[in-house]
C-alpha cells in the first residue's frame, strides 16, 4: 500500500507540475514545446532518484 500510495502522489505531483508549467508558458508566451519537454523531463528523473 506504501509503494502504491506514493506512486499516486508522485502523479499527482507530475500533473501539477505539468498544469503549472503550461500556465505559465501561455502567460509569458515564450517557452517552447522544446524547453517545456526539458522541464518535464528533468521533474521526472527528479522523482526517479
Known amino acids: 500500500m506504501l509503494d502504491h500510495n506514493t506512486n499516486y502522489m508522485t502523479q499527482m505531483w507530475e500533473l501539477l507540475q505539468t498544469l503549472t508549467l503550461r ?3 501561455q502567460n509569458v508566451g515564450t517557452i ?5 519537454t526539458n ?5 521526472g528523473n527528479y522523482h526517479k532518484h
Not at 517552447?32 to 517545456?36: G, I, Q, V
Not at 522541464?39 to 521533474?43: A, C, D, L, N, V
Open 23 to 25: 500556465i505559465n508558458s
Open 32 to 36: 517552447t514545446n522544446t524547453d517545456f
Open 39 to 43: 522541464k518535464f523531463s528533468k521533474y
